[in-house]
């Protein structure tokens, strides 16, 4: 699954604001009453998920590398 995001035209977030993103494991959480219920976490971004592509993920890396920190 994740490797077909990176191989795609996902693999490359225009920034980290617009990237999906899921946690692997199930966590289980306990409520004041003791009761628990698995749950496993999804990030959905709210500007939606846009991503570069090649040539332009190019001149980004070339010219500022660290775009996606600085975009933080």
Do not use: C, Y
């Amino acid at each position: 699954h994740h490797t077909l995001w990176n191989m795609s035209d996902r693999g490359i977030p225009r920034s980290f604001r617009m990237m999906e993103g899921f946690g692997v494991h199930t966590f289980r959480l306990q409520n004041a009453a003791g009761e628990t219920t698995l749950v496993k976490f999804h990030w959905k971004p709210k500007l939606g998920v846009h991503s570069l592509v090649w040539e332009e993920a190019q001149l980004a890396a070339g010219a500022d590398p660290d775009f996606h920190r600085r975009d933080l």
